[in-house]
């Protein structure tokens, strides 16, 4: 059905998920130059903080679902389309994002656990388990 999609509505859940993943990227940043330069000082406020994103990411999600089942009921063509504009520049970046996460957690970690196609927005282990990992090392 052409037109019954809430597109703006849609959009404006993307791009919400979308800062809350670049949030979540800039607090994994400062976690490991933290760890670099001041060890484990200062990475419990982060943590705090990273439970609280995480908290955020889940919901979003949750709210997100019933729109993605609708946008993956919409034949390809007008998914497509609709790719072309506001939702496919989100869609890209927070692909992007979730990248880059994903990248930074098999550089800490090693491996790869969810294999290249699955856990696309699946947030790497939490700063807890970066914080028992250096203090075996310490």
Do not use: C
Request: hydrophobic letters at 40%; charged letters at 25%.
């Amino acid at each position: 059905m052409p037109g019954v999609f809430p597109l703006e509505t849609f959009t404006g859940l993307l791009a919400r998920h979308l800062e809350t993943f670049r949030e979540f990227e800039r607090l994994q940043l400062a976690a490991l130059e933290g760890v670099k330069s001041q060890g484990l000082e200062g990475l419990t406020a982060m943590l705090v903080r990273q439970q609280e994103i995480m908290a955020a990411i889940a919901r979003e999600k949750g709210d997100l679902k019933p729109y993605l089942d609708q946008w993956e009921a919409l034949p390809a063509p007008e998914r497509a389309n609709l790719r072309l504009g506001r939702p496919g520049e989100i869609l890209d970046a927070l692909e992007g994002v979730a990248k880059g996460i994903q990248a930074r957690h098999q550089a800490m970690y090693g491996g790869d656990e969810g294999g290249a196609s699955g856990g696309k927005e699946e947030p790497p282990r939490d700063l807890s388990q970066t914080i028992n990992l250096y203090r075996g090392l310490q």
